[in-house]
């Protein structure tokens, strides 16, 4: 196996798309993220996995539960399972992010352009990794 290695900072500025599974494995995912000026990924909760949240450009809201988090470059959120949190990109610019799902969410692999088409798709993990 060889895991995965790349400069994550330069990989999640880089990002376009508002959803790109990097790496799949048997119990972390890492994913990056651009949610564009106004938009958000939508109230959610996880039962079963955490979720940790880093920001490498741009400026957001994290909601979990009932605190309010401002954040920007630098600034990390963890999410822990069962607790209701959405991201809102607040600033002019689309707020840039790596995040990493213990266990996985998403169907290795899986690419969405916009939160629109995110939102329309109903993918979850399936159990197949990486590698």
């Known amino acids: 196996m060889k895991g995965y290695f790349d400069n994550i900072e330069k990989a999640t500025e880089d990002n376009e798309l508002f959803r790109k599974v990097l790496y799949t494995g048997h119990n972390l995912q890492l994913v990056l993220m651009t949610i564009q000026p106004g938009e958000e990924i939508g109230a959610e909760v996880h039962d079963?996995?955490?979720q940790f949240f880093r920001f490498e450009a741009g400026e957001?809201?994290?909601?979990?539960d009932d605190n309010v988090y401002a954040v920007k470059a630098d600034d990390a959120v963890i999410v822990p399972q069962g607790a209701r949190h959405n991201v809102v990109c607040t600033g002019k610019e689309p707020l840039k992010l790596y995040t990493v799902y213990g266990?996985?969410?998403h169907i290795d692999g899986t690419i969405h352009k916009t939160c629109e088409e995110a939102s329309a798709s109903h993918e979850?993990?399936?159990g197949k990794t990486t590698e």
């Open 60 to 64: 957001g809201e994290v909601t979990v």
């Open 48 to 50: 079963d996995r955490d």
């Open 124 to 126: 979850h993990f399936d």
């Open 103 to 105: 266990p996985p969410e």
